[in-house]
């Protein structure tokens, strides 16, 4: 039920331009928050209606990949949430999945793009556990890429371009994104690296100016309350995109979680050898990125 009710607010109550209420992929987005209501109030023929209702907007010239969100909703209505209920749904699901493996959506928008990857690894997720399809997200190709030699980029899917800290490697990387995770095994360390919107309203508590002239925010934080343990996040603006980076600690990290000036010697290093270097590539489905060697 929880898990329902974030689905609606999420859909229903989600911040945008009132412009863009009227965007057709907004409208079928809303049609599936209202069904979910319906579903709350256990109207289920009132839900299906809104279902019908959203897949009513589709015609033959608007593009392919919203018919996903149609699906999505049918999907949904098919069996109220609840263990032992999840079977119904899943050919909606896999009819989603499908139409946007063949239609994938635009990646005209960073902010739009990173939502739908997210939406479309929520579809896979749920697949993986319940309708007895592959989990796509453990691909035996987005694993670790080591060693990494002195001086190389990193290019991953989502456009960007990065130097490798010395004696890093890329533990992995993530199918719905393209964003990386590196690793420094012996410090017990890793890093998140990945690109984000320029809507990104991440408040930091210190700016500065690399030497190529770019701007780095930061903060230093607690990551859980009372834990000792310290967390350092960082982005840097790249003009079409921020730069988000984090580094954290793993489970054979030092107790007292992440030293501030060495996370920092290692953010300004990365952030300040960005770059982009080509439009995103993918849309949840994304592969490994790739080591260009030092020139």
């Not at 930061?218 to 967390?231: D, K, L, Q």
Request: glycine share 10%.
């Amino acid at each position: 039920m929880t898990r329902i009710v974030a689905l609606a607010l999420a859909v229903l109550f989600a911040a945008a331009p009132a412009a863009a209420q009227a965007d057709l992929e907004s409208q079928m987005r809303q049609a599936t928050g209202r069904m979910v209501v319906k579903l709350l109030f256990a109207d289920v023929a009132g839900a299906r209606a809104e279902c019908e209702a959203g897949k009513a907007l589709l015609t033959a010239g608007t593009p392919g990949y919203l018919a996903a969100y149609s699906e999505e909703c049918f999907a949904v209505a098919a069996a109220p949430a609840g263990p032992g209920n999840e079977k119904p749904r899943c050919p909606g699901y896999l009819r989603a999945i499908d139409i946007w493996r063949v239609s994938p959506p635009p990646m005209d928008d960073e902010d739009a793009a990173l939502q739908r990857a997210g939406k479309l690894k929520e579809w896979k997720s749920f697949a993986a556990a319940h309708c007895g399809v592959p989990d796509e997200t453990a691909r035996s190709d987005m694993g670790p890429i080591a060693p990494v030699a002195p001086g190389s980029r990193l290019e991953t899917e989502e456009g960007v371009s990065y130097l490798v800290p010395d004696g890093w490697t890329v533990e992995r990387f993530f199918e719905s994104s393209g964003e990386a995770v590196l690793r420094d095994a012996g410090r017990g360390y890793r890093m998140r690296v990945a690109r984000v919107g320029l809507n990104d309203t991440t408040e930091y508590t210190d700016t500065e100016v690399l030497p190529s002239g770019g701007v780095l925010e930061w903060t230093h934080v607690e990551f859980v309350r009372g834990s000792g343990i310290y967390v350092t996040y960082a982005r840097t603006d790249l003009v079409e995109a921020y730069l988000e980076i984090g580094v954290s600690t793993d489970a054979n990290g030092p107790p007292a979680g992440v030293d501030k000036d060495f996370a920092l010697e290692l953010i300004r290093g990365l952030a300040d050898s960005a770059r982009i270097v080509s439009a995103r590539r993918c849309i949840g489905n994304c592969g490994p990125g790739r080591i260009a060697a030092p020139r």
